[in-house]
């Protein structure tokens, strides 16, 4: 089982990036994926998270819908839109996938998750 | 949202030495299936985080039998039985009964 992240990088106040988490070794639409991200000096801030078919979605709401999640079941993938980036953005982005197949949702308790995917860094500078 | 408080957030430790961290929880993390969604995850240096303990006491496959969780309701322990070298990281709790929340960290250091 293997999360493998690209897109970081540099982007300028304003700008935007798109992070990529391509999944291997596992049945890729079965399972929930999110965004976790960890600003330096800081603790671990869950973003977004996306379920099995893509269909429901939840964001953390200080994002103000800045960050879109999107999943390719056929290409295994889910995307991190980042648009109208801020300096507070700065911060090293991980792909996690659900440690259980299906969906899972405030009535049965949300999945815990396992594995990470590498980090990626973002920084949004001038 | 559910806040989680760890204590302590830095601890030395001598290999071979028990070593133990806490995460206190905003509101209780029981439901009532009888789990408790915490869980415990340890990143060490360089690496992403993996998960070590999940529902508040169950081991992740391959987790070696010396890391152990335990507690119920709002209260919840990471035991390190016997802390290997290779044990130094930064460990913290995850709450899954609401919205997913962290801890703030326990920086483990021989």
């Known amino acids: 089982v293997h999360l493998a992240v690209s897109g970081g990088g540099v982007a300028q106040p304003g700008g935007s990036l798109r992070l990529s988490c391509v999944g291997s070794?596992?049945?890729?639409?079965?399972?929930?994926m999110t965004w976790v991200r960890q600003a330096p000096g800081k603790g671990l801030e869950w973003l977004v998270y996306?379920?099995?078919?893509?269909?429901?979605?939840y964001y953390e709401e200080s994002l103000q819908r800045r960050f879109i999640i999107s999943r390719d079941n056929d290409g295994n993938a889910v995307f991190l839109d980042m648009n109208s980036l801020r300096a507070e953005d700065t911060a090293l982005y991980y792909c996690?996938?659900?440690?259980?197949?299906?969906?899972?949702?405030?009535?049965?308790?949300?999945?815990?998750?396992?594995?990470w995917g590498q980090g990626t860094p973002v920084t949004v500078s001038s | 949202d559910i806040v989680l408080t760890q204590s302590p957030l830095s601890l030395p430790v001598t290999p071979g030495e028990p070593a133990s961290i806490s995460c206190r929880s905003s509101?209780?993390?029981?439901?009532?299936?009888?789990?408790?969604?915490l869980h415990w995850y340890v990143q060490k240096p360089g690496q992403s985080p993996q998960l070590l303990i999940y529902?508040?006491?169950e081991r992740a496959s391959g987790v070696p039998d010396r890391f152990s969780g335990s507690g119920t309701g709002s209260h919840f322990t990471l035991k390190i039985n016997g802390v290997q070298a290779e044990d130094v990281g930064v460990y913290f709790c995850?709450?899954?009964?609401?919205?997913?929340?962290f801890g703030q960290g326990t920086r483990v250091e021989i």
């Open positions: 529902l508040a006491s």
């Open positions: 995850m709450q899954s009964l609401q919205i997913w929340t």
């Open positions: 996690l996938r659900g440690a259980v197949p299906g969906n899972y949702d405030v009535s049965t308790g949300y999945n815990h998750f396992d594995p």
């Open positions: 070794g596992f049945s890729f639409n079965d399972y929930e």
């Open positions: 996306i379920s099995s078919s893509g269909n429901t979605k």
């Open positions: 509101q209780s993390l029981l439901r009532t299936n009888g789990n408790n969604y």
